[in-house]
Nanobody
Framework: QVYLAESGGGSVQAGESLRLSCVASGSSPSYCLAWFRQAPGKEREGVAAADSDGTTSYADSVKGRFTISRDDATNTLYLQMNDLRPEDTAMYYC??????????????????WGQGTQVTVSS
């Protein structure tokens, strides 16, 4: 089985940056890996995804500011978040869709989730 563990969250002011990490243990994540986030009272939404071939995709709200990357040698998924905004405040989760190599924004397709790391952005 694959186990995911996020880290790197914190409290920052608008305009600052954070880098989230997600370590996948148990097996090599040669499948879809993605970042989701969920703010209080909101539905969980896709932020960014990285296919097994390295293809990346982003939500419109984070394009140009966030960068997803994966290091398969260390089984680590990253999310570099620049120019953070208060609306980015949420619990961030990494997730894996072990049934597919190509990612989807459909949250229901992801079968493995980390516990989340909190990102809080103040004005």
């Amino acid at each position: 089985q694959v186990y995911l563990a996020e880290s790197g969250g914190g409290s920052v002011q608008a305009g600052e940056s954070l880098r989230l990490s997600c370590v996948a243990s148990g097996s090599s994540p040669s499948y879809c890996l993605a970042w989701f986030r969920q703010a209080p009272g909101k539905e969980r939404e896709g932020v960014a995804a990285a296919d097994s071939d390295g293809t990346t995709s982003y939500a419109d709200s984070v394009k140009g500011r966030f960068t997803i990357s994966r290091d398969d040698a260390t089984n680590t998924l990253y999310l570099q978040m620049n120019d953070l905004r208060p609306e980015d405040t949420a619990m961030y989760y990494c997730a894996a869709d072990t049934a597919h190599l190509i990612c989807s924004e459909d949250v229901q397709r992801y079968n493995i989730w980390g516990q989340g790391t909190q990102v809080t952005v103040s004005s």
